[in-house]
């Protein structure tokens, strides 16, 4: 059975325009095209922006979608066109050399702080390489200058002032005959540097009957100033001096010494030592003196003179 229809008047129809809303207009949608899009795609949104398309195939365009999709196809299209490549490489490129020049200087910087310190300790050990050779060769030429200024030495003369031999006994008990020795060295020292001074010491002065010793005595330390001489005294005794029946001469002659001779060897060494720059140059001069020479009774308190007979020998 049939539904009937009823027709609308043109009052109702009027009546139900009024009590609709107006629909607000639909805003244009704009977008960018990406070359990289296929035209499929062109057509999806050229369809779903159509107030007439599909409702099953509407397309949506919110504004977050809207501004990713520009964004992305802005970026493609900035890598599509050679000249914005070009110039983004570019940028890139200045970056990564301006940060590679930045490491280069301060490598350099680095490197040149490295060869600026080698170069200064080098500079410092060249020159006390130098300083210590020159000091070397300096010291030598100093030493060579001073050898040939020898000391001149000369025993003068020697004066036996007593001499006497009597029966006694050693410390242990043991009886023997007992020397006394009493005499004076005179020896002249002359130092003969041009530029230097000297200490002079001496080794104990000493007589020996071949090799029994029979008195000794030490000459004072001093110091000689260049190109200058003086006479050096030195006393030599000997006191209770056991003989043990070394000097047959002496051992029958107790009573009378008067005539009695006694040959006898005077021995010692002088040292002489010149401070030049301080203490770093030291050159050494030693004399060995040998003196031969007779002890007569007779000539007690008489100096002997010991420069014309050349009984002296000095080494």
Not at 27 to 49: F, N
Not at 61 to 77: D, G, K, L, N, Q
Not at 113 to 133: A, I, K, P, W
Not at 277 to 300: A, D, M, W
């Amino acid at each position: 059975m049939g539904v009937p229809m009823h027709a609308k008047s043109d009052s109702e129809v009027t009546s139900i325009e009024a009590s609709t809303p107006p629909r607000s207009p639909r805003r244009p949608l704009y977008y960018v095209q990406s070359p990289s899009h296929s035209q499929h795609d062109l057509e999806k949104m050229s369809y779903g922006s159509s107030p007439f398309g599909s409702p099953t195939h509407h397309y949506h365009c919110s504004p977050i979608h809207h501004s990713r999709e520009s964004s992305t196809s802005r970026f493609s299209a900035s890598l599509k066109n050679p000249r914005n490549a070009v110039s983004g490489w570019r940028r890139i490129q200045r970056k990564y050399d301006e940060m590679g020049d930045e490491e280069d200087n301060e490598e350099r910087n680095v490197e040149d702080d490295r060869s600026d310190g080698g170069n200064l300790r080098f500079f410092v050990v060249c020159f006390l390489f130098s300083f210590v050779v020159l000091f070397t060769v300096f010291s030598l030429i100093l030493w060579a200058a001073s050898v040939p200024y020898k000391p001149k030495i000369i025993v003068k003369n020697i004066a036996f002032e007593n001499f006497n031999v009597q029966a006694g006994m050693d410390g242990t008990g043991v009886p023997t005959d007992m020397l006394t020795l009493n005499s004076t060295v005179k020896i002249l020292y002359r130092n003969t540097a041009t530029f230097f001074g000297v200490h002079v010491t001496s080794t104990p002065i000493e007589f020996h009957y071949f090799d029994l010793k029979l008195a000794s005595g030490h000459m004072k330390k001093f110091y000689q100033s260049r190109k200058s001489q003086r006479t050096v005294i030195a006393l030599v005794q000997g006191y209770q001096v056991p003989l043990y029946g070394g000097i047959p001469v002496l051992s029958g002659a107790k009573g009378h010494l008067e005539s009695v001779s006694v040959p006898l060897n005077l021995t010692f060494v002088m040292r002489s030592r010149a401070y030049i720059l301080g203490r770093l140059v030291k050159p050494k001069f030693y004399r060995s003196i040998l003196c031969e020479v007779t002890l007569r009774s007779n000539h007690l308190g008489k100096p002997v003179n010991l420069t014309r007979s050349g009984s002296c020998v000095y080494k």
